[in-house]
């Protein structure tokens, strides 16, 4: 089944070994810490890989720009941003940061732009982190509904009129996923204008009919608030 070959590939890595690579359209690979225990940010995602890869096209200006990562996990899609030459921090608990610096550390002679790595709870005060970023990046950041107020919360709270949030994540027909995805963009949707970036535009490799990448902008708000 065709289809199934995009999915296929991009799992096949997921899970082999403590280091993953992920090439690089120019120069040498990322190389990316796992753990086996740890929980769900411990690993590469597909969402990631796609996300990341879809950087590299270029369709997002990011040299000099200031780039957030939520939920970054292990730290691949923002620290491919930083080796396109962004200003990223990468963000996430508390317990993923010692990964996440591991992550930086063993990429920094490839970034071009900085990166550096914060605790940022999702609902939690984003002081720290403002003025609103150019870019905030998501990769399968939709998977538990209890999670989804406090990260629009932080969307909302992060964002300025310019702030461009690509959201890339998989389409999960297991369980309560569907519903999740579903009251997720339907909340996202009162603040937020959503465009889906067509698979023709996802790197032509990193690219799989049920990994979807969302253009997001805040609503232009007219008049008096």
Excluded at 1 to 16: I, K, N, S, V, Y
Excluded at 46 to 61: M, Q, R, S
Aim: aromatic share 6%; charged share 30%; glycine share 8%.
């Amino acid at each position: 089944d065709e289809e199934e070959e995009g999915p296929r590939r991009l799992r096949a890595g997921a899970m082999a070994g403590f280091m993953r690579e992920l090439e690089r359209r120019a120069g040498p690979a990322l190389r990316l810490e796992q753990r086996a225990a740890g929980g769900v940010g411990c690993v590469v995602w597909d969402a990631a890989l796609v996300l990341a890869k879809f950087l590299e096209t270029g369709a997002c200006p990011l040299a000099r720009r200031h780039v957030l990562e939520l939920g970054a996990g292990t730290g691949a899609v923002g620290i491919m941003a930083a080796t396109l030459g962004a200003n990223v921090t990468v963000t996430d608990l508390e317990e993923l940061q010692e990964l996440l610096m591991a992550n930086i550390e063993n990429n920094k002679h490839l970034v071009t732009g900085s990166v550096r790595a914060k605790v940022l709870k999702w609902g939690e005060d984003v002081t720290e982190f403002q003025p609103p970023p150019d870019y905030i990046l998501m990769a399968d950041c939709i998977y538990y509904e209890e999670s989804l107020e406090p990260l629009l919360k932080t969307l909302k709270d992060l964002t300025g009129p310019d702030t461009c949030v690509l959201c890339c994540y998989e389409q999960r027909t297991m369980g309560k996923n569907p519903e999740i995805e579903r009251k997720y963009f339907e909340l996202l949707q009162r603040d937020f204008e959503l465009e889906k970036i067509p698979l023709d535009r996802h790197d032509e490799e990193y690219r799989s009919e049920d990994i979807h990448i969302v253009n997001i902008h805040r609503k232009q708000t007219v008049g008096p608030q």
